[in-house]
Every structure is written in structure tokens, then in C-alpha cells.
């Protein structure tokens, strides 16, 4: 059963915090560092200990010290301010990282992640990157999206092969991006729409770049498409386009095209599963 939530008016003003969206259910990292969620809680998602949904904020028991937050499909993940990264809900596929199939209610530590700055939850794969520009991941793998050069899900993190040297990351349904510091952007996972920007529709297991993009200062991706913003403030995307979802005619793209929307800028705050970058205002 798909919840849909109405929310008139959540009063977030005077804590306002990080906000993370996953599928169908909200994340809130407030300024004292603790989380509150909120949403459709089959799976536990929410993480307040039990799988009832919720149509306001709760709060998460046990975590305080939160720096950010990330919601995939089903489950949700929290960074630390000390590094660790910690997960809960749906875990059929491994993706909260714990070394277990058990879907948990309440949150607990991935296993074997240290100083990581910054996380991101596809569907049903968990991102984390570390301060050295390597990219860490687990959970489903099907299409290749933890990009170790295999097809194998994961129950704990793997590192990406070949990638250093990023600066930010994005989960999709089957796929995953990251952005080097260098501006160029690295895909991998699965390909059906193109949404890897290759030119092809071949599913990857390994990173590959996307084929003439430079300068890039901003990644976005859900469901099968991305969206980037370059630093001379043009959007660019790729991938599933049934809706127009691209900025442009109603099929697919296998590589980047500008979005007839014009310039953009980077969002202030997570968006989670929906979007990461915002129009020009």
C-alpha cells in the first residue's frame, strides 16, 4: 500500500535543521545533532521502534550527535559527527550494512565505516564516502551498483573500485554517481534508460565517466535519470525521461543534455530521494 502524506504544517522553523526525504517517509537532523522522522513505516524506516506509520515527526531513540541523514526505499541511514554511519528499516538486500538479512526497527552501526563526511541511500544500496575520496558500498547489487566489479549484493561495505579523489555521491534505483573534485562526473550500476550517460544502455559493475562533462559543482539522481550543475550555472541531465522529467522531449537521454530550465544553483538543505539541486530563484 503506497501512503500518501499531506503535511500542512510542520513547525521546523525554530529547529530547522537537515531534511532528507526517502521514498515515503522523511528524515529531520535538527540543530542539537538528534533525528526525527516521519512517514510510511512498513519496514521500520522511521526507526522509532516499531512499524507504525507516522503522520508527524517522532523522535529516533539513541542517536544524538547527527550530522546528516539519508532515505533510501525502505530504510534510512544517519552520519555522526564522529564518522560512524548508522541504518535501519527494510534489509532484505543487505543495505543496512550491519552483516545480517534483519530488518531493524531501531538504528544500528554500520559495520566497519570510520570517518566518513558524507552518505547517500539509492533504493536499496547505501553510499558512504570517506575523507580521502573513496566511495564505500552495500546492499543490493543486481545491476552492478556497488560498483566492485561484481553482481554480488553486499551485507557490509564494499569499496568502489577505482574511484578516488570524489567530493560527493547519489543513489538511484539501480545505479549510483559520484563527482570528482576535478569536475568530472563517474557512474556506474545499472543502464536501461541510459541513466548512466555512456552512451550506451549497458549495465557497469565499474565506474565509468560520463562521456563531455566538465566543471561540474553539483550531482543529483533519483529513480533512473540525474541532473548536475555546472559552475557556469547551466543544469544538465540524463537518463529516464517518460514524464519530461529532463527538461526536454519526452524520451530517454544515454547522455547529458542542457535543460531548457536554464541556470541553476546548488540546495542548502538534503532532498533526499526527490532532488538535490533547485531552479534558479
Not at 575520496?133 to 547489487?141: D, K, L, Q
Not at 569536475?183 to 541510459?194: K, S
Amino acid at each position: 500500500m503506497l501512503l500518501m502524506l499531506v503535511l500542512a504544517a510542520i513547525s521546523v522553523q525554530a529547529q530547522a535543521g537537515y531534511l532528507a526525504a526517502g521514498r515515503f517517509h522523511e528524515l529531520w537532523v535538527k540543530d542539537d545533532g538528534t533525528l526525527a522522522a516521519w512517514g510510511y513505516n512498513a519496514a521500520g524506516q522511521v526507526g522509532d521502534g516499531s512499524y507504525i506509520d507516522r503522520s508527524f515527526p517522532v523522535p529516533i531513540p539513541g542517536l544524538t550527535g547527527v550530522r546528516a541523514a539519508a532515505g533510501g526505499l525502505f530504510h534510512s541511514l544517519a552520519l555522526k559527527t564522529d564518522g560512524t554511519v548508522w541504518a535501519w528499516g527494510a534489509n532484505g538486500n543487505g543495505q543496512i550494512g550491519d552483516g545480517t538479512n534483519y530488518w531493524r526497527v531501531l538504528p544500528v552501526r554500520v559495520s566497519g565505516l570510520t570517518g566518513v563526511t558524507k552518505i547517500s541511500a539509492g533504493s536499496d544500496h547505501s553510499l558512504a564516502l570517506k575523507p580521502d575520496g573513496t566511495v564505500w558500498a552495500w546492499g543490493r547489487n543486481d545491476s552492478g551498483q556497488l560498483g566492485d566489479g561484481t553482481t554480488t549484493g553486499r551485507i557490509v561495505p564494499v569499496r568502489v573500485i577505482g574511484l578516488t579523489g570524489v567530493v560527493a555521491i547519489a543513489g538511484g534505483t539501480t545505479h549510483s554517481i559520484a563527482l570528482k573534485g576535478d569536475g568530472t562526473v563517474w557512474t556506474w550500476g545499472g543502464n536501461v534508460t541510459g541513466q548512466l550517460g555512456d552512451g550506451t544502455t549497458t549495465a557497469r559493475s565499474l565506474p565509468v565517466q560520463v562521456a563531455g562533462l566538465t566543471g561540474v559543482v553539483g550531482i543529483s539522481t533519483t529513480y533512473d535519470h540525474n541532473v548536475i550543475l555546472k559552475a557556469d550555472g547551466s543544469v544538465w541531465s540524463w537518463g529516464y525521461n517518460e514524464f519530461g522529467q529532463l527538461g526536454g522531449r519526452h524520451h530517454d537521454f544515454a547522455q547529458p543534455a542542457g535543460s531548457r530550465h536554464g541556470r541553476g544553483r546548488r540546495c542548502t538543505s538534503g532532498c533526499g530521494w526527490v532532488r538535490q539541486l533547485c531552479p534558479q530563484t
